[in-house]
């Protein structure tokens, strides 16, 4: 199990023209159609709620792969839909959390960067597959259960912006770690934020920059893509404070995930000293060198 309260930034197009979540409380499930009943059950425990006790929504093959055809692979999309969601309004003040069960590309980080930058200031979100899956696909769940609950739908503009932001971050996540995925697309908002009425050629120097800027190594494809990603985010018309607000509350989360490590670092640091110890004393009684 994961649990991080960091957020970033891809669902955070998708999300934006929504309100927060109706009232602390009020709460969606959408869940895998071909999720057996023993799986639905073990989705259920990782929810930490009963079948039946809050709406409960489903999420078929045919809308993961209308959602992500043509920026995932289908063999990553796979022929089954399994990952399921829950989403739960929490009172004024006590922010995003993020759990993660048996997700193994899309990070707790990626899920909450799209809550955070969409202006949900307060829901707690648990994905959970009864078995590991990448985790792109739940996306499609979270969707559904925000459309549910405001009443109103997403734009398909907005989606498959957000989808692809998601997807890019992950791709880059694998090759340089989620945190400096995160830092990257953060600074390149702020660029963006920064420049108006660019053409492909100086956004794609901008994209070049920031990756030197922070010591990455991007290939021409990667370039492209998020040339691409960059075009998408520029139809939903954001303004460039809204880029800013989103870039620094993207790298306020890593700050406090940084914090968090090191803390985690300091405790094991801890325990190996004392570990240390126990052996050190167990070799003097022993006789032991």
């Known amino acids: 199990m994961k649990r991080i309260v960091v957020p970033i930034l891809a669902l955070a197009v998708a999300l934006a023209p929504l309100q927060a979540l109706a009232a602390p409380g009020d709460s969606r499930v959408a ?5 057996t009943a023993f799986q639905k059950g073990v989705v259920y425990d990782y929810f930490g709620i009963d079948p039946g006790s809050v709406t409960e929504l489903t999420v078929t093959i045919d809308d993961e792969r209308a959602a992500l055809s043509g920026i995932v692979p289908a063999d990553k ?7 399921s969601v829950y989403i739960k309004e929490l009172n004024p003040g006590e922010g995003i959390s993020v759990n993660t069960h048996n997700i193994t590309w899309v990070t707790a980080e990626m899920y909450m960067a799209a809550l955070d930058t969409a202006g949900v200031d307060n829901a707690s979100v648990i994905v959970a597959a009864p078995t590991g899956v ?3 696909a739940a996306l499609t769940g979270i969707y559904k259960c925000y459309e549910d609950i405001t009443g109103e739908a997403l734009s398909d503009l907005a989606k498959a912006a957000a989808n692809e932001e998601l997807v890019r971050t992950g791709e880059l996540a694998e090759l340089l770690g989620s945190e400096e995925a995160l830092e990257f697309m953060a600074e390149l908002k702020k660029a963006l934020a920064e420049s108006e009425n660019m053409t492909d050629e100086e956004l794609r120097q901008i994209i070049r920059d920031t990756a030197v800027e922070l010591e990455i190594t991007l290939t021409d494809e990667q370039v492209e893509q998020l040339l691409g990603l960059v075009r998408k985010l ?3 018309d954001l303004s460039p404070e809204e880029l800013l607000d989103q870039a620094k509350r993207i790298q306020k989360s890593l700050e406090k995930l940084q914090q968090t490590q090191e803390k985690a670092n300091d405790f094991f640091q801890a325990v190996g000293n004392a570990w240390n110890k126990v052996v050190d004393w167990l ?7």
């Open 31 to 35: 869940v895998g159609k071909d999720l």
């Open 77 to 83: 999309i796979g022929s089954r839909s399994i990952s």
């Open 134 to 136: 990448s985790g792109t």
């Open 234 to 236: 520029g139809a939903m």
């Open 283 to 289: 070799k003097g009684l022993f006789g032991a060198k």
